[in-house]
């Protein structure tokens, strides 16, 4: 059975730093491409950080580049993000994903086949 859970959401103020952490069972972590989402109340999912299946290629979203690290250990099973100079405008429910599909598209959410059931993060301004 396959499952990503997220986990190190939390309140934080601004200009703070999280580390959320999203650990994947029930099959073989280094064969997916991964990615985090979030999405604010009353506003659609969004794409944050994608990363390829072996860590050496990675994307970002405009509004998160320079603050935010997506890293993955395949060892562990386990996909990263870190979030540095949080700002009230990235509170939102963090997704982590993994897309079985080959290919370099990791901003389409049709493009991941699993998804976490999200970790919340707010920041306090």
């Known amino acids: 059975q396959v499952k990503l859970v997220e986990s190190g959401g939390g309140s934080v103020q601004a200009g703070g730093s999280l580390r959320l952490s999203c650990a994947a069972s029930?099959?073989?972590?280094?064969?997916?491409?991964m990615g985090w989402f979030r999405q604010a109340p009353g506003k659609e999912r969004e794409f944050v950080a994608g990363i390829s299946r072996s860590g050496g290629y990675t994307d970002y979203a405009d509004s998160v580049k320079g603050r935010f690290t997506i890293s993955r250990d395949n060892a562990k099973n386990t996909v990263y993000l870190q979030m540095n100079s949080l700002t009230p405008e990235d509170t939102a429910a963090y997704y982590c994903?993994?897309?079985?599909?080959?290919?370099?598209?990791?901003?389409?959410?049709?493009?991941?086949?699993?998804w976490g059931q999200g970790t919340q993060v707010t920041v306090a301004s």
């Open positions: 029930g099959f073989t972590f280094s064969s997916l491409r």
């Open positions: 994903a993994g897309s079985r599909r080959s290919g370099y598209n990791y901003r389409l959410i049709d493009e991941y086949d699993y």
